[in-house]
């Protein structure tokens, strides 16, 4: 018995051109199991948020993953720019995991730090950040999103 394939979604994005890379996890245990990517370079044990354990979280590295990326795509677009960005620039994410009325469901906030730069340019950089970062894609008109200058 091989694969079957259950769903498959073609979003509302545009078109994929070309794979830059996957990333490729093993699962076990759900919420209190343990994630392993192929290469090995993740290696962590999962604990479900608000109880004891020693365990990361989804939430947790959903808010990682999206900063990382969040702050690359500041990166890329502030060079287009040509605005210089700070060396202790820094994403503080915050990933609720919530319950309403069609059930659970996420929601963020991404506190930006951007010193130095005036509120004009730090702005741009945010906004044209928010367009271009993947999981702002993802996410936008999905979840409650809310992002901040923080100074």
Same mark, same amino acid.
């Given at each position: 018995?091989?694969?079957?394939?259950?769903?498959?979604? =073609?979003?509302?994005?545009?078109? !994929?051109?070309?794979? /830059?890379?996957?990333?490729?996890?093993?699962?076990?245990?759900?919420?209190?199991?343990?994630?392993? %990517?192929?290469?090995?370079?993740?290696?962590?044990?999962?604990?479900?948020?608000?109880?004891?354990?020693?365990?990361? =979280?989804?939430?947790? /590295?959903?808010?990682?993953?999206? %900063?990382?990326?969040? !702050?690359?795509?500041?990166?890329?677009?502030?060079?287009?720019?040509?605005?210089?960005?700070?060396?202790?620039?820094?994403?503080?994410?915050?990933?609720?995991?919530? /319950?309403?009325?069609?059930?659970?469901?996420?929601?963020?906030? /991404?506190?930006?730090?951007?010193?130095?730069?005036?509120?004009?340019?730090?702005?741009?950089?945010?906004?044209?950040?928010?367009?271009?970062?993947?999981?702002?894609?993802?996410?936008?008109? =999905?979840?409650?999103?809310?992002?901040?200058? !923080?100074?």
């Amino acid at each position: 018995m091989g694969n079957q394939q259950i769903f498959e979604s =073609n979003g509302n994005g545009s078109a !994929i051109d070309k794979v /830059l890379y996957t990333g490729k996890v093993h699962i076990t245990g759900g919420r209190d199991g343990s994630a392993k %990517s192929t290469d090995g370079h993740l290696d962590v044990k999962l604990t479900s948020p608000g109880t004891p354990g020693d365990g990361t =979280n989804p939430e947790q /590295l959903f808010a990682a993953g999206w %900063s990382a990326c969040f !702050i690359g795509a500041m990166r890329h677009n502030a060079s287009t720019l040509q605005i210089a960005l700070p060396d202790d620039l820094a994403v503080n994410a915050e990933v609720d995991l919530a /319950l309403g009325s069609e059930g659970f469901a996420l929601q963020a906030r /991404l506190n930006v730090s951007l010193p130095g730069l005036s509120d004009d340019d730090a702005r741009k950089v945010i906004e044209k950040a928010h367009q271009t970062c993947p999981y702002s894609k993802a996410t936008r008109g =999905n979840i409650n999103v809310q992002i901040n200058l !923080i100074r």
